[in-house]
């Protein structure tokens, strides 16, 4: 017999115990701590998408945007939008009466020059028959440009005429009204093009053709940006010392102090309100309107319904191949040199850049198998589907393997196959584990850019019957937020439409994996019975 161990004493043992708890309990606050900073991380994270993606649905609204959604969307009450819209045009009367009196200003002083180009085109020498060919091309129903431009021209073939003494008065008197008109020009067109971009078109404009240009501003955020730009003109400054640029900001209201426009600037500064006459609106069609005019108009049904189809069509592809595949690398697949270098290369896929399986859709499925005739959401459901495929497999064979060896003998001793055991035994016990895979899969199938830029993506476009998306593109969340953020022309009048998608694409990846999440808490409570 051995000898019988000495028993430790119980001052050694109680050290040993309060060394354990000590440890517990600063693994446990490391844990507290690991947990508080990544919920704060989220929060950090997410806040502001929630905060400003909510703008796309909760905002101030004005008239414009009322009768934008009434013409083009037929949403609300029309008569009610009109008679709103008549308010908002008495409030912009004055504004329009001081424009009408500018205007009315230029016109006599334009109908002066061209008297005086006329008389002189009427003399009958040099001077005369050289003016009456520049005034050949004068257009008396041309905008005001091209009319001053034209007398302008005038005006420096007579001055170049030295030896018509007799013209001098008329000269003198063409150089004083083209000074005063050439110096406003130019800051009229800025004024006019600044108030058309706060109100819309103004009264005897040409209409425009592009939509966003047909309204003013929709949105009561953007046009209190739109009226500071209005009022002050920025301009940069290059000190001569070699001090940095800097951007400065001159009231605009300084070019025309003495002329018709200078009580509009009151009047916008004062009366905006009531000529947008904004409220508070709940937009919830944002999602379910499409786009109109690259975003400026409508919602995103489009890009919601792309990302649907996309992330659908790349988990009908993936699940089933991920699955059996597992099942085969698990209980089927003798172990061998073979298996374990396929094991690898699945393992290197699952880290491979979501722009080579891009690059691999364009070239195989769409040029090499031609499963459309050009971008379509089967290419990219079926690109999704390879780029999730590892993860779905590696989930799906960790889950098969954790299923206890003694429901499998248990199984087989009582008669049942092999394929049988895997379809009634271990795949229902393995089913949360395969199920985590999927949700994990799913998120980032939904999130992808890079893999439907090639084979799927589209900037603008309808939404699709589920039909045509076998031979059509589409457009997708995560592309058209892409595109939104660096390509767009107007990229700061869209923050909103940009935050909005982000929202959405993030709300909808939460709803499916609490969709699976709630499915896994099912499958699992029924298992355990």
Same mark, same amino acid.
């Given at each position: 017999?051995?000898?019988?161990?000495?028993?430790?004493?119980?001052?050694?043992?109680?050290?040993?115990?309060?060394?354990?708890?000590?440890?517990?309990?600063?693994?446990?606050?490391?844990?507290?701590?690991?947990?508080?900073?990544? !919920? *704060?991380?989220?929060?950090?994270?997410?806040?502001?998408? /929630?905060?400003?993606?909510?703008?796309?649905?909760?905002? #101030?609204?004005?008239?414009?945007?009322?009768?934008?959604?009434?013409?083009?969307?037929?949403?609300?009450?029309?008569?009610? =939008?009109?008679?709103?819209?008549?308010?908002?045009?008495?409030?912009?009367?004055?504004?329009?009466?001081?424009?009408?009196?500018? !205007?009315?200003?230029?016109?006599?002083?334009?109908?002066?020059?061209?008297?005086? *180009?006329?008389?002189?085109?009427?003399?009958?020498?040099?001077?005369?028959?050289?003016?009456?060919?520049?005034?050949r091309r004068f257009d008396p129903q041309a905008p005001f440009?091209?009319?001053?431009?034209?007398?302008?021209?005038?005006?420096?073939?007579?001055?170049?005429?030295?030896?018509?003494?007799?013209? $001098?008065?008329?000269?003198?008197?063409?150089?004083?009204?083209?000074?005063?008109?050439?110096?406003?020009?130019?800051?009229?067109?800025?004024?006019?093009?600044?108030?058309?971009?706060?109100?819309?078109?103004?009264?005897?404009?040409?209409?425009?053709?592009?939509?966003?240009?047909?309204?003013?501003?929709?949105?009561?955020?953007?046009?209190?940006?739109?009226?500071?730009?209005?009022?002050?003109?920025e301009e940069w400054v290059h000190p001569p010392d070699g001090?940095?640029?800097?951007?400065?900001?001159?009231?605009? /209201?300084?070019?025309?102090?003495?002329?018709?426009?200078?009580? *509009?600037?009151? +009047?916008?500064?004062?009366?905006?309100?009531?000529?947008?006459?904004?409220?508070?609106?709940?937009?919830?069609?944002?999602?379910?309107?499409?786009?109109?005019?690259?975003?400026?108009?409508?919602?995103?049904?489009?890009?919601?319904?792309?990302?649907?189809?996309?992330?659908?069509?790349?988990?009908?592809?993936? $699940?089933?191949?991920?699955?059996?595949?597992?099942?085969? %690398?698990?209980?089927?697949?003798?172990?061998?040199?073979?298996?374990?270098?396929?094991?690898?290369?699945?393992?290197?896929?699952?880290?491979?850049?979501?722009?080579?399986?891009?690059?691999?859709?364009?070239?195989?499925?769409?040029?090499?198998?031609? =499963?459309?005739?050009?971008?379509?959401?089967?290419?990219?459901?079926?690109?999704?589907?390879?780029?999730?495929?590892? #993860?779905?497999?590696?989930?799906?064979?960790?889950?098969?393997?954790?299923?206890?060896?003694?429901?499998?003998?248990? !199984? %087989?001793? +009582?008669?049942?196959?092999?394929?049988?055991?895997?379809?009634?035994?271990?795949?229902?016990?393995?089913?949360?584990?395969?199920?985590?895979?999927i949700v994990i899969s799913m998120g980032r199938a939904a999130?992808?850019?890079?893999?439907?830029?090639?084979?799927?993506?589209?900037?603008?476009?309808?939404?699709?019957?589920?039909?045509?998306?076998?031979?059509?593109?589409?457009?997708?969340?995560?592309?058209?937020?892409?595109? %939104?953020?660096?390509?767009?022309?107007?990229?700061?009048?869209?923050?909103?439409?940009?935050?909005?998608?982000?929202?959405?694409?993030?709300?909808?990846?939460?709803?499916?994996?609490?969709?699976?999440?709630?499915?896994?808490?099912?499958?699992?409570?029924?298992?355990?019975?």
């Amino acid at each position: 017999m051995g000898r019988p161990p000495i028993p430790e004493k119980s001052g050694e043992i109680s050290v040993r115990l309060e060394t354990r708890h000590l440890l517990d309990r600063s693994f446990s606050g490391l844990g507290f701590v690991a947990i508080f900073f990544m !919920a *704060a991380s989220l929060v950090v994270i997410l806040l502001p998408i /929630i905060v400003k993606g909510l703008s796309a649905y909760l905002f #101030t609204g004005t008239i414009e945007f009322r009768e934008a959604m009434n013409d083009q969307f037929d949403h609300g009450d029309r008569a009610a =939008v009109q008679a709103e819209a008549r308010l908002a045009e008495q409030a912009r009367q004055p504004l329009y009466d001081c424009l009408t009196a500018f !205007a009315d200003g230029q016109s006599k002083q334009l109908d002066r020059l061209t008297a005086i *180009a006329q008389g002189m085109a009427a003399r009958e020498d040099s001077l005369g028959r050289s003016v009456a060919r520049k005034m050949r091309r004068f257009d008396p129903q041309a905008p005001f440009s091209s009319q001053l431009k034209t007398l302008q021209g005038v005006y420096d073939r007579a001055a170049a005429n030295r030896g018509a003494v007799d013209v $001098v008065d008329e000269l003198a008197e063409m150089n004083t009204i083209l000074a005063g008109l050439s110096t406003l020009n130019e800051k009229v067109e800025a004024f006019e093009h600044a108030l058309s971009e706060l109100l819309g078109p103004l009264p005897g404009q040409t209409p425009p053709r592009l939509l966003r240009s047909q309204y003013g501003q929709t949105r009561w955020d953007r046009a209190l940006i739109k009226q500071r730009q209005f009022l002050f003109e920025e301009e940069w400054v290059h000190p001569p010392d070699g001090a940095p640029s800097y951007i400065k900001e001159t009231p605009r /209201i300084e070019h025309f102090r003495g002329t018709a426009l200078e009580p *509009a600037f009151a +009047l916008i500064e004062h009366d905006l309100e009531s000529m947008l006459r904004p409220k508070f609106t709940f937009y919830w069609r944002f999602l379910t309107d499409t786009s109109k005019d690259a975003n400026f108009f409508g919602g995103i049904w489009a890009e919601v319904l792309g990302t649907f189809y996309l992330t659908l069509g790349a988990m009908l592809f993936a $699940v089933p191949m991920g699955v059996i595949a597992a099942i085969y %690398l698990c209980e089927y697949a003798k172990p061998s040199r073979f298996i374990s270098f396929l094991r690898t290369c699945i393992s290197t896929l699952a880290g491979v850049p979501s722009i080579v399986f891009g690059l691999f859709g364009l070239a195989f499925f769409l040029n090499t198998l031609e =499963v459309s005739h050009n971008k379509s959401v089967l290419a990219g459901s079926m690109t999704l589907a390879l780029m999730i495929l590892p #993860t779905i497999i590696r989930a799906s064979e960790e889950a098969i393997l954790a299923v206890p060896q003694t429901y499998k003998e248990a !199984a %087989l001793g +009582l008669g049942a196959g092999r394929w049988h055991t895997v379809l009634t035994v271990v795949l229902p016990a393995s089913l949360p584990g395969i199920l985590t895979g999927i949700v994990i899969s799913m998120g980032r199938a939904a999130g992808e850019t890079a893999p439907i830029i090639f084979t799927a993506a589209v900037s603008v476009g309808q939404p699709l019957s589920i039909f045509k998306a076998f031979s059509q593109p589409t457009p997708a969340l995560p592309w058209n937020i892409y595109n %939104l953020c660096t390509e767009h022309e107007a990229v700061n009048e869209l923050r909103h439409v940009q935050f909005g998608m982000v929202f959405t694409l993030v709300a909808m990846v939460l709803i499916l994996n609490l969709s699976a999440i709630i499915l896994r808490a099912k499958v699992s409570k029924k298992l355990r019975g």
